[in-house]
């Protein structure tokens, strides 16, 4: 449901949660109990910059172009353990 904003003859704004489909043009000020008339104001379509608009971002920009990768993702340089070189080491029972 939208928001609309509404604003009293005593220039009290307020906002009301309508249906889309709702002709009200007044309603009633919460504040002082007078007659309010709407508002027209710009839409709020969304929070730009906020992580979930930027996650669908980067979905719909890799849907058409996917990003190339070089490595599994999460796997670092790739020496994920130190290599040694002591022959003692090589007995030993591997996982």
Do not use: K
């Amino acid at each position: 449901m939208p928001l609309y904003e509404f604003r009293c003859e005593s220039s009290h704004v307020h906002e009301v949660m309508l249906p889309i489909n709702a002709e009200a043009r007044e309603a009633t000020c919460p504040a002082c109990g007078g007659a309010s008339v709407r508002l027209i104001s710009s839409a709020r379509l969304g929070r730009l910059g906020s992580d979930r608009a930027q996650l669908i971002e980067r979905t719909q920009a890799s849907a058409d172009a996917p990003g190339v990768v070089d490595r599994i993702p999460g796997t670092g340089s790739g020496n994920s353990a130190p290599t040694t070189t002591d022959p003692r080491h090589a007995r030993l029972p591997r996982p």
